[in-house]
C-alpha cells in the first residue's frame, strides 16, 4: 500500500496558494515527529487537518509561523512559502511573519493582563499608538468574536478571570487585531464545554470570509461542518506523513485511502 | 524553553533598518552581565596567585611543612598546626552532624505529624541564616565557660566541634529532606506492603534511594566546616599548636587569616594569600566531587 | 500516648530524641540571646553612636554602615544577577559552552569560603581598585558573594513562568526583548523577590568577608568611600576585643537576629506566593 501523491493540490486550485509547504519535514532530536507534507491553504477557505493523537498535526502548525524556532533540539526540512515569501530562509522577519501568520493554541494562553491589555499589548507593539485607534480595534475584534456584550464593562479585569471559552475567544480576538491572513488553529475547541464549543466553531466558521483558516480537530464531524478542504495526518514507521489532501466532500464520500475511509467511519484512530 | 543562538534571525537587520534592533542589544548586554558573572570564580583565582606568587616563586612550598613552627615576624611559616586544626575540627564536626543531620530529617519526613515536621522544617532553615559570629559570640559566652569548668581552658577543638557541628546541622539536614523527598512514594508503600517495620524501610529503601543525594550533602558540610571563620576563631583558642587531646586550643587555616591579614606585610601576606588559595582549591575538589557523584549515581537521560 | 513510646522501638525513640536534642539546643541559642540582650535594645540604642569602644552607648552608625554595605551589595548584584539568570534560563540552551561555563562557575563560587572572599576583596577591590577599606568595598565583595543565591532564585522564578506565555508572546510577533519586560519578568517578580530577599539574608550574616575589607571603623560614615563596621562585625569585636561589651554584644545580637528573622518570614511568604500565583490559571507541564 502506497501514499497517494498529493498532486493533486495543484489541480484543484484555481487561485494561486496563499499559503503552501513543499516536503516538509520536523524532527525533534532523531525522532521524526513529520515527514514530506505537502498543502496549499487557500483565501476565504477552511482547510482542516485531522488525524490521531501524536502524528504532528500541531508540530507541523508551529512550523509555518516559525514558532518552531524557540523549541530546542528541533529541525524543520522542505520549503513552506507565504505567497512568494520564503518563509524558511533564515533571515526573514519573522515578527513579521508572525503578524501575517496567527496562532491559536490548543489551551486558551491569555496574558496575565487585563482583557484590554490582552488586545492592546499587542497592538502598540506593532506600532499602534493612537489611544482611538487601538480602543476601536479592541471593540471591533471582541465584536468579532462575539466577547463584546460579555465583557464591555469590565476590560480592566484580569483575563484569567474569564472561562475558558470566554478565554479561546479573547485569544482569537488578540489574534483577529493584528490583522493576519493566515490563522492556524491548534484544536481550538478541545479544551472547551460543548457549548463554549459550538461558539467558537460557529466563529471560526464566520472568519471564513476573511482569512485563510488552518484548523487542526479531533473532531471529524466538525470537520465536516466546516471544512472546505481536508489533509488525514497518519502514523506510520512511528512518524507522521500526510496521508490524502483534498476537498472536503470528495475526503469524506470517497476517500482514495483505505485507512482514511476506515478513520472516517469510525473503524480506526 | 530557550531562543536558541544559531536560530535567532535579526530581523530588523533586514527589513526595518530605520528600527533599532532591541533584541540585539539585549542578548549582548546580558551576555556581558554573565561573562562577568562568570568571570568572577577566575578573578578570585586569579587574584589569590598573584598574591601568593611572591612567597611561593622565592621560597617555594617547602617551608609550609618544614619550618619550625608558625611565626612570621620571625620568617617561619609552619602550616602544619592550623592544618591539623582545620582536619580535627572539620572531621569531628562532620562526623557528629551527619547522623544528627540525617536524623532530623527522617524526623522531618517519616516520623513527625506532618504539621510538626513542617514547623521543625522552618525552624532548620531558620538556624541556617542565622550569622556564623552569632554562633561564635553565644560559643564564646555560655560554651567555652562550660567546657572551662569541665577542663580548662574551654576554648578548644571541643568547642569548635560543638559550635560547627550546630553551624553545619541544618545544611545537612536540610540536603537529605530534600534527597528524601525525591525517594518515589511508591517506593515505600511497596515496602510497607511487604511487612517493613519503618526502621527497616529506611534502611533497605529510603537510604540506598537518596544516597547519592546525601554523599552530596555531606560534602557540601565538609566545605562549610572547612571555610567556616568567625565561629571557631571566636571558641578556639587560636593557639599555634597541634592539638595533643580534644581540650586543646586550636587555630584552624581560615581563624589564622582572619587574625592576621589586618597587620600581614610582604612574605606574611603572601603566605596568608597562599593558605587562601589552598581553601580555594579544596573547594574547587570537593565540588568536583560532588559533581561526579550526582553524575555517576543518576544516568543523565538526555531528551531524545 | 506515654504507652506508645514504650512500645515503639529503640529506633523510633531515637529519632524523637534527636529532635528535642535539636530544638533545645537552638531553643537554648536562641533564649540565651533573646534573655540577655531584650533589656539592652532601646530606640536610643538604636539610634546613637557607640561610646567607649562600644561598651555603652547604642549601634546607630553600625546600623547606616551595614545598611550601606547592603545597598552597595544588593545594588550591584541584582542587576548582574537578574542578567545572568535571563541569559540562562531563556537564551542558552543546556548544552551551550557559555552556559555551562557560567553555570559551573557560579556552582563554585557557591562554596567559596567567605573568608576567601575577603581576601579577594582585600586584594582586588581594596588593594588593585584603589578602594581602601571602604563600605564600597566591602559591599562588591559580598556582591559577588550573594551573586549565586541570587540567580538561582531568579532563574527558578523564570522558570516557573508557564511556556504557553512565551509561545503565546511569540505567535503574535513580539519580539524577545518584549515578552521579556512585559510578560516574563512581571510573571517572574516574587521569584526575583525570594532571590533578593535571601541574599539580603546572607549579605547580613556576613563577617569574615568584611573584616578586611570594610574595615572595623565605627564612626557615621560621610561617604562610601569611608570606612564602616557592619552590625556583624560590631558583635565580633565587641565580644572578642573589648572586656565588658559583653551586654551591647547581646543587645547588638539579638537585632541582627531580629532582622533576620523578619528577612526569613519575607522570604518564606514571597515563595508561598510565587509557588500560587500560575496554578490557578495555568498548569504546569
Ligand atoms: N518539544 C518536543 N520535543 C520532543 N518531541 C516532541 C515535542 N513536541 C512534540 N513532540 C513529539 O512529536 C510528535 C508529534 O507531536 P504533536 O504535538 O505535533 O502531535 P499532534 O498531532 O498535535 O498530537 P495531538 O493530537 O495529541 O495534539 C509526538 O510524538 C510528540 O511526542
Ligand atoms: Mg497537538
Redesign the pocket.
Known amino acids: 500500500m502506497t501514499v497517494t501523491n498529493l498532486d493533486n493540490s495543484k489541480a484543484r486550485t484555481q487561485q494561486p496558494a496563499l499559503m503552501r509547504t513543499e516536503q516538509l519535514s520536523l524532527s ?1 532530536g532523531k ?1 521524526i ?1 513529520f515527514e514530506d507534507v505537502s498543502i496549499a491553504i487557500n483565501q476565504s477557505k477552511i482547510t482542516a487537518l485531522v ?1 490521531p ?7 507541523f502548525l508551529s512550523c509555518l509561523n516559525r514558532l518552531t524556532d524557540l ?1 530546542d533540539n ?1 529541525r524543520v526540512t522542505g520549503r513552506i512559502f507565504l505567497e512568494k515569501w520564503d518563509v524558511m530562509n533564515r533571515n526573514i522577519d519573522t515578527i513579521a511573519l508572525r503578524r501575517r501568520v496567527g496562532h491559536i493554541f490548543q489551551k486558551p494562553n491569555p496574558f496575565p493582563l487585563d482583557l484590554w491589555k490582552n488586545i492592546a499589548f499587542p497592538l502598540k507593539e506593532h506600532g499602534v499608538k493612537n489611544r482611538q485607534e487601538i480602543d476601536s480595534i479592541v471593540e471591533r475584534v471582541l465584536k468579532d468574536v462575539g466577547l463584546w456584550d460579555e465583557v464591555k464593562d469590565r476590560l480592566k479585569d484580569s483575563a484569567l478571570a474569564l472561562s475558558g471559552g470566554q478565554q479561546q475567544r479573547l485569544c482569537i480576538a488578540r489574534a483577529l487585531a493584528l490583522e493576519p491572513e493566515v490563522l492556524l488553529m491548534d ?1 481550538p475547541c478541545s479544551a472547551l464545554d460543548p457549548i463554549s464549543s459550538g461558539v467558537v466553531e460557529d466563529l471560526i466558521a464566520s472568519l471564513r470570509q476573511k482569512y485563510a483558516l488552518l484548523v487542526v480537530t ?1 473532531n471529524l464531524a466538525q470537520a465536516k461542518r466546516i471544512a472546505d478542504y481536508v489533509g488525514v ?1 497518519w502514523v506510520r514507521d512511528n512518524r ?1 506523513k500526510l496521508i490524502e489532501f483534498g476537498e472536503a466532500k470528495q475526503v469524506f464520500e470517497s476517500p482514495q485511502h483505505d485507512l482514511t475511509a476506515a478513520y472516517i467511519s469510525g473503524h480506526r484512530g | 524553553m530557550t531562543w536558541l543562538e544559531d536560530k535567532i534571525s535579526s530581523p530588523s537587520k533586514l527589513n526595518k533598518s530605520s528600527q533599532f534592533d532591541w533584541d540585539w542589544v539585549l542578548v549582548w548586554v546580558l551576555r556581558i552581565m554573565a561573562a562577568i558573572t562568570g568571570a568572577i570564580v577566575l578573578l578570585i583565582v586569579i587574584f589569590l596567585i598573584l598574591e601568593s606568587l611572591p612567597f611561593l616563586l622565592v621560597k617555594g612550598i617547602g617551608p609550609f611543612f618544614t619550618d619550625p613552627t608558625w611565626n612570621p615576624t620571625e620568617g617561619l611559616y609552619n602550616f602544619t598546626p592550623m592544618l591539623w586544626g582545620t582536619l580535627l575540627a572539620t572531621m569531628g564536626s562532620v562526623v557528629v552532624a551527619t547522623p544528627l543531620g540525617i536524623i532530623s530529617a527522617l524526623f522531618c519526613q517519616y516520623y513527625a505529624p506532618v504539621a510538626m515536621g513542617n514547623l521543625y522544617r522552618r525552624l532548620i532553615e531558620l538556624l541556617a541564616g542565622i550569622p556564623s559570629v552569632v554562633y561564635g559570640f553565644w560559643g564564646l559566652v555560655v560554651l567555652v565557660p562550660l567546657i572551662n569548668r569541665l577542663h580548662p581552658p574551654g576554648a578548644s577543638l571541643l568547642a569548635g566541634i560543638i559550635i560547627l557541628t550546630i553551624m553545619i546541622l541544618p545544611t545537612i539536614a536540610l540536603v537529605a529532606d530534600a534527597s528524601f523527598g525525591k525517594v518515589p512514594q511508591e517506593y515505600l508503600l511497596g515496602a510497607t506492603s511487604l511487612g517493613l517495620s519503618k526502621w527497616g524501610t529506611i534502611c533497605n529503601v529510603v537510604f540506598p534511594a537518596a544516597k547519592s543525594g546525601l554523599f552530596t550533602g555531606v560534602i557540601l558540610t565538609v566545605g562549610r566546616a572547612i571555610g567556616e571563620t568567625m565561629a571557631v576563631l571566636m571558641v578556639c583558642g587560636n593557639v599555634v599548636e597541634t592539638p595533643s587531646s580534644i581540650f586543646d586550643p586550636i587555630r584552624t587555616l581560615t581563624a589564622n587569616i582572619a587574625l592576621e591579614m589586618a597587620y600581614a606585610l610582604g612574605n606574611h601576606r603572601s603566605a596568608l594569600f597562599v593558605s587562601g588559595l589552598a581553601l580555594m582549591a579544596i573547594i574547587v575538589l570537593l565540588a568536583v566531587a560532588a559533581e561526579v557523584i550526582t553524575v555517576t549515581s543518576s544516568p543523565v537521560t538526555k531528551n531524545s | 500516648m506515654k504507652q506508645e513510646i514504650i512500645k515503639s522501638p529503640i529506633s523510633t525513640i531515637l529519632v524523637w530524641l534527636v529532635a528535642v536534642l535539636v530544638t533545645g539546643t537552638f531553643a537554648w541559642i536562641l533564649g540565651d540571646i533573646i534573655f540577655h540582650g531584650v533589656g539592652g535594645i532601646s530606640w536610643e540604642f538604636l539610634t546613637t553612636a557607640p561610646e567607649d569602644a562600644g561598651r555603652s552607648g547604642g549601634i546607630g552608625p553600625i546600623l547606616v554602615s551595614t545598611g550601606l554595605i547592603l545597598a552597595v551589595a544588593m545594588g550591584v548584584s541584582v542587576p548582574l544577577g537578574v542578567g545572568t539568570a535571563i541569559l540562562l534560563a531563556e537564551f542558552t540552551s543546556a548544552t551551550n559552552w557559555f552556559g555551562r561555563f557560567v553555570r559551573r562557575s557560579l556552582d563554585i563560587l557557591a562554596g567559596v569560603p567567605s573568608i576567601v572572599f575577603g581576601l579577594f576583596g582585600n586584594a582586588f577591590f581594596a588593594k588593585t581598585l584603589g578602594l581602601g577599606f571602604s563600605i564600597l568595598s566591602g559591599g562588591l565583595t559580598l556582591a559577588c558573594m550573594v551573586l549565586p543565591i541570587l540567580i538561582r532564585s531568579a532563574e527558578e522564578g523564570l522558570r516557573g513562568v508557564p511556556d504557553e506565555l512565551r509561545l503565546g508572546a511569540a505567535a503574535l510577533g513580539l519580539s524577545r526583548t518584549t515578552t521579556l519586560f512585559h510578560l516574563l519578568l512581571p510573571a517572574a517578580i516574587p521569584g526575583l523577590l525570594v532571590g533578593l530577599v535571601l541574599g539580603i539574608g546572607r549579605a547580613i550574616a556576613e563577617t569574615a568577608a568584611l573584616v578586611f575589607t570594610s574595615g572595623y571603623v565605627a564612626r557615621m560614615p560621610q561617604s562610601l568611600l569611608d570606612s564602616g563596621r557592619s552590625l556583624s562585625i560590631h558583635i565580633f569585636d565587641l565580644s572578642m576585643n573589648i572586656s565588658g561589651g559583653d551586654t551591647n554584644a547581646y543587645g547588638s545580637a539579638l537585632v541582627l537576629v531580629i532582622l533576620l528573622l523578619m528577612i526569613n518570614a519575607t522570604a518564606a511568604w514571597l515563595a508561598h506566593q510565587s509557588s500560587s500565583k500560575y496554578n490557578d490559571s495555568y498548569q504546569f507541564r
Open positions: 525533534y525522532k515527529a488525524g493523537s501524536g502524528c504532528g498535526k500541531s508540530s523549541i528541533c484544536e479531533h495526518f507522521g
